[in-house]
């Protein structure tokens, strides 16, 4: 079945750039009108969405880190990105990607079914 | 874009049911049906368990189940599990995402 593995760097000095990379494995990037979403979470707090792309290339991001965030895809890869630029100790977190997906008629937003298991990086000197 | 509210901490009996609310604003679950729930044990990833308001994945228990009113929405565990002790997060979708800030499940 279709799984996401997250990769990048753990460990980010403050005002650099965090860049992370998800993996698909299982299935092809490309298939279904699927989109591709990043959120993370601080420690011992709750879930923050980023991001995502959408499958018609468009993107959307949270509107506290627009300035700073860049989602994009490499389907000869099968792989989606993050970077988020001028990071600080609050951008430390656990970064998950997921799959969003859309269902038929009414309904329409579907979710994000699919997950990374999550990396954890630190913003730190 | 804010945060949904949840409260932070339920607590239930094992056998017994308990209700998670979500409230957002008319912009957002009054206005769309497009709520979400997740369900998070420690130091894993979120699952999704509800979707579209009240439509449950493939392979997640009938024991869960949502509903709306109005700008809040609503989760339902029924039969509480040991298991069930876990985080659980609402979200809306608006072409945007807002998640709630999580309620923690105590399962005593």
């Known amino acids: 079945q279709l799984q996401l593995q997250e990769s990048g760097s753990g460990l980010v000095k403050p005002s650099q750039t965090l860049s992370l990379t998800c993996t698909v494995s299982?299935?092809?990037?490309?298939?279904?009108?699927?989109?591709w979403s990043w959120i993370r979470q601080p420690p011992g707090k709750g879930l923050e969405w980023i991001g995502y792309?959408?499958?018609?290339?468009?993107?959307y991001y949270n509107s506290s880190l627009k300035s700073r965030v860049t989602i994009s895809v490499d389907r000869s890869e099968n792989q989606f990105s993050l970077n988020l630029r001028s990071v600080t100790a609050a951008d430390t977190a656990v970064y998950y990607c997921?799959?969003?997906?859309?269902?038929?008629?009414?309904?329409?937003?579907?979710?994000?079914?699919?997950w990374g298991q999550g990396t954890t990086v630190t913003v730190s000197s | 874009q804010s945060a949904l509210t949840q409260p932070a901490s339920v607590s239930g009996s094992p056998g017994q049911s308990i209700t998670i609310s979500c409230t957002g604003t008319?912009?957002?679950?009054?206005?769309?049906?497009?709520v979400s729930w997740y369900q998070q044990h420690p130091g894993k990833a979120p699952k999704l368990i509800i979707y579209?308001?009240?439509s449950r994945p493939s392979g997640v228990s009938n024991r869960f189940s949502g509903s709306k009113s109005g700008n809040t929405a609503s989760l339902t565990i029924s039969g509480l599990q040991a298991d069930d002790e876990a985080d659980y997060y609402c979200?809306?979708?608006?072409?945007?995402?807002?998640f709630g800030g999580g309620t923690r499940l105590n399962v005593l």
């Open positions: 579209n308001v009240n």
């Open positions: 792309i959408h499958h018609s290339g468009s993107t």
């Open positions: 299982g299935g092809s990037i490309n298939s279904g009108g699927y989109s």
């Open positions: 997921a799959r969003v997906a859309y269902c038929g008629g009414d309904c329409y937003y579907y979710g994000m079914d699919v």
């Open positions: 979200s809306s979708y608006t072409s945007i995402v807002i």
């Open positions: 008319s912009s957002d679950i009054g206005d769309y049906n497009y």
